[in-house]
């Protein structure tokens, strides 16, 4: 590919990069498969599968991404972050402009000694294919020194050096980051831009592709082997309708209160007024089953499930039990509303406080014991 091109490519992939560091994410997997083009011709990043968070503190040690693409720190085992994004695209750009990988092997065991020790070497026709600040800069991406790669700098903001760098004079960053900047490359929407052999290959000349089948029913464990009598065991189906669903969302304003021998879930009308606390304690004596008269927060509006399929994902993300709760409705709330309030430990007097009706009981603490949840008022 032409040095322009790529150096257009380079420019938004470290923006990128940049990006995803930023919010403590390190992609782990950069290399042009990766990389797609839209119709004007701007890059994304894609593939997200081994895509971690990190952190400065503690390093990532697990060894994942693509051999030909991966940092000596990955291979070695010895702790890296988001270094090792910035090898990769150096691995890239040299490829796109040159044709070929930098570091070579017909084994993963010579691939390895290759990138962990054999020196960058140029073809003879490098200077037809690339300027000597474009070298300067693939270099500088393919330190094995992870601390002085470029791109990266301890506590964030390497984007910086790239922004100075040689190679890239001239680039208007603040255009490329809004994606005003003209793409030197636009893809032809009339023709397949992609090579297709690959995905013919796997159609053609599979043997047995893997199909989704049905798991059968009622196998005499006796007669399988070890392995498939495991798998029949404990790989269980999962059935939704039995099975309590556990939630580690707190609303705020929300605090754990002692363990009891059971957790209640109420039901109360959504248009309930609870009253102002006073400093008696008397409530105390009958713990999880007073509500003061007073309005509802929006904090614990997020109690309040909807099962008519308005915004269900939403509430499934804040721990709500739509599926333990379907079905259970109180005769004073909406049909489409099924309420969730914990217990609540109040400073109201027992006059001021409305006992509650339990419906259902249950959820059990990770010791086997059931746990309260307590809202302080």
């Known amino acids: 590919?032409?040095?322009?091109?790529?150096?257009?490519?380079?420019?938004?992939?470290?923006?990128?990069?940049?990006?995803?560091?930023?919010?403590?994410?390190?992609h782990r997997d950069i290399k042009p498969d990766n990389i797609l083009l839209d119709e004007k011709g701007h890059v994304h990043i894609t593939d997200f599968n081994i895509a971690v968070h990190f952190s400065e503190r503690r390093m990532l040690t697990g060894i994942a991404g693509s051999l030909a693409y991966m940092a000596p720190e990955v291979l070695t085992k010895r702790g890296y972050s988001q270094q090792v994004d910035w090898w990769s695209l150096g691995v890239c750009a040299f490829e796109l402009i040159i044709g070929k990988r930098p570091f070579r092997g017909r084994t993963n065991t010579n691939l390895t000694e290759s990138i962990m020790m054999e020196q960058l070497h140029w073809p003879d026709d490098v200077g037809a294919k690339i300027s000597p600040d474009g070298q300067r800069a693939i270099r500088a991406w393919l330190e094995r020194d992870m601390h002085y790669r470029l791109g990266y700098k301890l506590g964030g903001g390497g984007i910086e050096d790239i922004k100075a760098h040689p190679w890239f004079r001239g680039i208007d960053w603040d255009a490329?980051?809004?994606?005003?900047?003209?793409?030197?490359?636009?893809?032809?929407?009339?023709?397949?831009?992609?090579?297709?052999?690959?995905?013919?290959?796997?159609?053609l000349l599979e043997e047995n592709p893997l199909k989704a089948r049905k798991r059968k029913q009622g196998q005499d464990l006796e007669t399988l082997s070890k392995e498939m009598r495991m798998m029949e065991e404990h790989f269980t189906i999962f059935d939704y309708t039995k099975k309590d669903r556990k939630s580690y969302y707190h609303p705020k304003n929300m605090s754990v209160g002692a363990t009891t021998t059971s957790t209640t879930v109420q039901s109360v009308s959504t248009n309930a007024t609870l009253a102002p606390s006073s400093a008696s304690a008397a409530a105390s004596a009958t713990p999880g089953l007073l509500l003061p008269r007073r309005s509802v927060s929006p904090g614990e509006k997020t109690q309040y499930c909807s099962t008519s399929g308005l915004d269900i994902e939403a509430q499934i993300a804040d721990g709500g039990g739509v599926a333990a709760m379907r079905g259970l409705k109180s005769p004073s709330t909406p049909a489409s509303v099924v309420v969730?309030?914990?217990p609540v430990r109040s400073t109201a007097s027992p006059e001021e406080s409305i006992p509650m009706k339990p419906l259902v009981s249950g959820l059990r603490g990770g010791s086997g014991s059931k746990r309260t949840l307590m809202m302080t008022v």
Do not use: G
């Open 340 to 342: 969730m309030p914990v």
């Open 176 to 203: 490329v980051y809004r994606k005003e900047a003209q793409p030197p490359f636009e893809p032809d929407p009339k023709k397949a831009n992609f090579d297709a052999t690959h995905e013919l290959e796997e159609l």
């Open 1 to 26: 590919m032409p040095e322009e091109t790529v150096k257009f490519w380079m420019s938004e992939l470290a923006l990128a990069l940049d990006y995803l560091h930023s919010k403590k994410i390190v």
